[in-house]
């Protein structure tokens, strides 16, 4: 199958290697990007290439529908690549609205959206979080062509369909259901196709520094949210995250919320990262939080 090449699946070297702003990444190479099938999952993972936040959506295709869990950073063009992937209709669901999950959402004609102030702010597009994603360190290998960093912004998308926690998906001989898990944002869920065992965490989980320092993280219902996430473990068989590496094994999500319990009751190590974050760790995982205000 051959791609567009503005969104090509193909590895590419990054140019600065040093020049590394890369908040979150340990995948190796910095400007990869796929768009591949996943063993036993039936879906694939879309790879936004030449920017740090190594972004993953995923594709997940029934008989009737498909579903994209996620849209990008909205640099490059998803819906050219979704509509090389399936001919069934594409319907949108976000793990949350943070601008480098929804770049995509206003190409498509059906949005579903949670039911909060958070996401409905978000829909209406911004740009101060997007330019900073396009900052030199940020990026790597060529933009696609007809892109214009200086008028780059989240698109406003429209929301067709509020949802709740429990609300499920049916795409044709495979439905996927919604668990509300906030804390990363008011509004961040993860998805279960509970009949193949997958579980889709978006920023609730990922293999590198969670980011849990913004006004809008809440730390009390993130502990609670994975904790919740962990009591599935038994019936999973692959827990999918939103940026850097897709796979982990679903053992990760009872460690997860040991090491989020360690890390605020103070163990752990502790590194600063700029003026106002650190960068905590405990048994391999790393939260970046807020840092405590000096007095
Ligand atoms: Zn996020």
């Known amino acids: 199958m051959s791609f567009p090449r503005i969104w090509p699946c193909l590895r590419r ?3 600065n290697p040093n020049g ?14 796929f768009c591949k099938t996943i063993p ?5 993972r879309l790879y936004e290439p030449h920017q740090s ?28 690549v979704t509509a090389k992937l399936t001919s069934r209709p594409v319907v949108v669901l976000n793990s949350h609205t943070h601008n480098d999950h929804v770049g995509g959402n206003w190409q498509f004609a059906f949005v579903y959206g949670m039911d909060t102030d958070f996401t409905r702010k978000n829909a209406k597009g911004s740009r101060e979080d997007a330019q900073a994603e396009i900052a030199p360190d940020q990026l790597c290998g060529d933009l696609p062509k007809g892109f214009n960093p200086k008028t780059y912004a989240t698109k406003p998308w429209k929301i067709s369909h509020f949802i709740h926690d429990g609300f499920k998906v049916n795409l044709g001989g495979r439905t996927l259901e919604v668990l509300s898990t906030p804390g990363h944002t008011p509004d961040a869920i993860s998805l279960l196709d509970r009949e193949n065992g997958l579980l889709f965490t978006g ?15 809440d730390l009390d219902a993130y502990a609670a949210s994975v904790k919740r996430l962990a009591e599935l473990a038994p019936e999973l068989k692959l827990v999918l995250g939103a940026h850097n590496i897709p796979l982990a094994e679903p053992s990760v999500l009872p460690r997860l919320v040991t090491a989020i319990q360690a890390v605020r009751a103070g163990q752990g190590t502790v590194k600063p990262a700029g003026e106002v974050k650190a960068i905590h760790s405990f048994d391999g995982f790393s939260f970046l939080l807020a840092a405590p205000r000096k007095e």
């Open 20 to 33: 590394a702003n890369h908040s979150r990444g340990q995948n190796t190479n910095r400007c990869s990007a």
């Open 53 to 80: 936040e190594e972004v993953i959506s995923y594709l997940i295709v029934g008989h009737k529908q498909a579903l994209l869990f996620d849209t990008g950073m909205g640099i490059s063009n998803i819906r050219k």
């Open 203 to 217: 920023d609730t989980y990922y293999p590198a520094p969670i980011w849990l320092f913004r006004p809008e993280t």
């Open 13 to 15: 070297e990054r140019k």
């Open 40 to 44: 036993g999952s039936k879906s694939t």
